[in-house]
Every structure is written in structure tokens, then in C-alpha cells.
């Protein structure tokens, strides 16, 4: 995976995109015990169109096209993993990015969420398999608690916070 985190610093570097950060499940697994994933979210701010507003994925296309990289639906393959490129839709994503922490894989450099933003995002989206990583930060201890809230608070997630306690941790 080191070799995708090279392509994306390199694709920073050449502003190709703006500040990236690693979410998503292979996120989770920089705070978790390692488990099956099929794909690599890759959050991205994108530079803006020349002149105007208009936000596009073209020039990360063209840019891997143009290194061999093939698409496959929403995906670009990448050192053979699906790779989606997720601008932030959402305060609470665009929060995540800006405070992505500084990872080391194999002597390469790269951003991820924080604990505490992938848990928070979990809440937010709110499926199933989201509820089951929330508990998974739970049991491994890896979620700074006052942190945690914090993000719950501004984010006006206390609510999906409380409905969770109330189903998944109350014995």
C-alpha cells in the first residue's frame, strides 16, 4: 500500500490535489486490528477550475490515465486496489481532513483520520457495518473520550451518540 501512498503524496506535490487523508475502513485500520477491505477512500480537497467554483475529479483521471492506472466504475485501480477519490460532502468530513494525523507506512509518509473523526463519521452515516466499527473503537480504547465528545457536540451528533449507547451498549 506504500506504493499507493507514493502516488498520492506525488499527485499533491503536483497539485494535482489538495491536502489528502486516508478514511474510510483502511483508515480504521491504522487504529484497529487489520481486516478485510475492498477498497481505499481517499479524501481529497480539489484545486478549483481556473477562474471558477466548479469542483472536478477530470484532472485525477487524467493524471492516472496517464500513468497506466485504469478506471473501474467509481474507482481508479491503483497497485491493484479500487481506489475512490471523496471530496468532503460534509462539515464533519471537511473537520476530518484538516486534522489528519501523520502516518509512517514502510518509510512513506501519509494522512489518515484521526480515531476519533472515523468513530464520529461511523455515527453520522449510521449503517450497520458503521455501528460494528464505532463498538470496535470502543473495545480497542483507542478513542480519546473528551476529544470524542467534543466532535459529537459541534457536530450535533449527541443525539445518534445517545440512540447508540442506548442500543448497542446497554447490557
Request: charged share 20%.
Amino acid at each position: 500500500m506504500e506504493r499507493i501512498f507514493t502516488i498520492l503524496n506525488q499527485m499533491e506535490a503536483d497539485g494535482v490535489i489538495g491536502r489528502y487523508a486516508i478514511g474510510g475502513a483502511v483508515g480504521a485500520i491504522f487504529w484497529l486490528e487489520p481486516f478485510t477491505t475492498k477498497d481505499l477512500d481517499v479524501f481529497v480537497s480539489l484545486p478549483t477550475t481556473a477562474g471558477g467554483s466548479l469542483l472536478t475529479l477530470g484532472p485525477i483521471y487524467e493524471y492516472l490515465l496517464a500513468r497506466g492506472h485504469a478506471p473501474q466504475g467509481q474507482f481508479i485501480i491503483i497497485e491493484g486496489w479500487a481506489v475512490e477519490f471523496v471530496p468532503p460532502g460534509t462539515p464533519l468530513v471537511e473537520e476530518a481532513l484538516a486534522e489528519a494525523v501523520e502516518r509512517d507506512v514502510n518509510g512513506v509518509s501519509t494522512r489518515v483520520f484521526t480515531a476519533e473523526h472515523l468513530a464520529a463519521i461511523c455515527l453520522q452515516v449510521g449503517r450497520a457495518k458503521d455501528h460494528d466499527r464505532v463498538l470496535r473503537f470502543l473495545e480497542a480504547g483507542v478513542l480519546d473520550a473528551g476529544r470524542f465528545e467534543a466532535i459529537l457536540q459541534q457536530q450535533h451528533l449527541n443525539d445518534a451518540w445517545t440512540r447508540f449507547q442506548k442500543t448497542h451498549l446497554q447490557a
